[in-house]
C-alpha cells in the first residue's frame, strides 16, 4: 500500500519539531496508528414499479400503454424500504494532525484526522435477509447473485477537542477529553442484480397474468414480452457515496516526555457520528438506461447508513513551541 498524504505530512511535523528548540504554551503534534470502523448497518428506499410496468421492456406495437395506465401498480411513486444490509467495513490507516494551547492541566486542540479502512461486500437478496425483495428471490441469477459492495471508506475529520493532563511536569503524564466537530465521509457503493436467462428457468419463475392484472387490460402477446426482455437482464449501479456529518469523540492516553519541549505517546479514541444519507443513482436498469417505468423519471435510490463509529490506536509526538 503506497504511503498516504496524512503519514507525510506526521513525518514533516515530526521533522520541523526536531530541527526546532523553542518554549511556549502553544504545541503542535502528529500522530499514525490503526482505525477500526465498526459494522455499517444501511438501508435502501426509493420509488419501485413492477416490470410489467417498464415501457422500455416493449416494442411500439405491442407496448401496452391503456393497461399500464390503469393498473394501480404502475403509478405508484411513493418511495418504499427495499432493503437492509449490514457491512464490516475493516480496519486500516488512521493518522492525524493537532495544534492546540496548554493552559496549566487543561489542553484546547484543533484536529485533523483521516481514517481509511478497508472495504465489505454483503449478499443483498435473499428471501430471509431481505424480506422487502422477497418476490423476486427466485428471478435472480444463480450463478452471479445479487451483491452490494463499499469500498475506498475514507473519513476526514475537523475537531476541537479538550484535555485534562493528570500529571502534568512529570515524565508521564496520563491524560483524557473529549471532542467534537465535523466530518466528510466518502465511500464507493456498487450494487448489481442479474436476472436469470430464458435458459435459466426465467420464464418458469416470471408470473402469468392474474385475473386483477386482465382487468386493467393486459393481453397475452404484451405479457410474454416484458417478461422475455426481462430475462437475463442487469441492474446496476456504481456511484460515490457522500455526506457531511457531525461527530463527537472520547479519547484517552499517556505521554512520555523526552525533552522539556518534546513528547511521544499513546492515544486510543472511539468516534461517533450522524447518520449518513445519500441519493444513489443507477447506472442501468433492467439492461437500459437508468430511467423508471415512465421512461423519463431518473432512477435514484436513497441509501442510509447508522452505526457509523470507530476505535483508533495511535502512537505520536507533540512539541511546544
Not at 471508506?153 to 508521564?172: E, K, M, S
Request: glycine share 10%.
Amino acid at each position: 500500500m503506497p504511503p498516504s498524504k496524512p503519514l507525510h505530512l506526521c513525518v514533516l511535523v515530526f521533522s520541523i519539531f526536531v530541527l526546532t528548540d523553542a518554549r511556549a504554551d502553544f504545541y503542535a503534534g502528529a500522530d499514525v496508528g490503526l482505525g477500526d470502523v465498526r459494522t455499517l448497518g444501511s438501508s435502501v428506499t426509493g420509488q419501485s414499479n413492477p416490470t410489467r410496468c417498464d415501457v422500455l421492456m416493449y416494442s411500439d406495437v405491442t407496448r401496452p400503454s391503456g393497461a399500464i395506465a390503469r393498473d394501480p401498480a404502475c403509478g405508484d411513486v411513493d418511495p418504499k424500504g427495499k432493503w437492509s444490509s449490514r457491512f464490516d467495513a475493516g480496519s486500516g490507516l488512521a493518522a492525524g494532525l493537532q495544534a492546540g494551547y496548554v493552559h496549566d492541566r487543561v489542553r484546547f486542540e484543533l484536529e485533523f484526522m483521516h481514517v481509511e479502512p478497508g472495504s465489505a461486500s454483503y449478499p443483498i437478496i435473499t428471501a430471509s435477509t431481505h424480506p422487502g425483495l422477497a418476490s423476486k428471490d427466485r428471478e435472480w441469477s444463480e450463478t452471479a447473485p445479487p451483491y452490494e459492495w463499499i469500498s475506498g471508506l475514507r473519513i476526514q475529520q475537523y475537531f476541537a477537542n479538550v484535555f485534562y493532563d493528570f500529571a502534568p511536569g512529570f515524565r508521564w503524564t496520563p491524560y483524557a477529553g473529549l471532542g467534537a466537530g465535523w466530518a466528510r465521509i466518502r465511500m464507493q457503493y456498487k450494487r448489481r442484480l442479474l436476472r436469470k436467462t430464458e435458459g435459466e428457468g426465467y420464464l418458469g419463475v416470471a408470473p402469468d397474468i392474474p385475473e386483477m392484472q386482465r382487468g386493467y387490460g393486459w393481453n397475452e402477446d404484451s405479457w410474454l414480452e416484458w417478461r422475455g426482455n426481462a430475462a437475463g437482464t442487469l441492474s446496476s449501479m456504481d456511484t460515490e457515496l457522500s455526506d457531511t456529518l457531525f461527530g463527537f469523540q472520547l479519547l484517552a492516553g499517556v505521554d512520555y516526555a523526552l525533552t522539556s519541549q518534546t513528547s511521544v505517546g499513546m492515544k486510543a479514541r472511539w468516534v461517533r457520528f450522524d447518520d449518513f444519507r445519500d441519493r444513489a443513482p443507477y447506472a442501468q436498469i433492467r439492461s437500459h438506461e437508468p430511467v423508471h417505468v415512465d421512461g423519463v423519471t431518473p432512477f435514484v435510490d436513497q441509501v442510509r447508513m447508522d452505526n457509523i463509529e470507530y476505535w483508533a490506536v495511535t502512537v505520536g509526538f507533540k512539541r511546544r513551541f
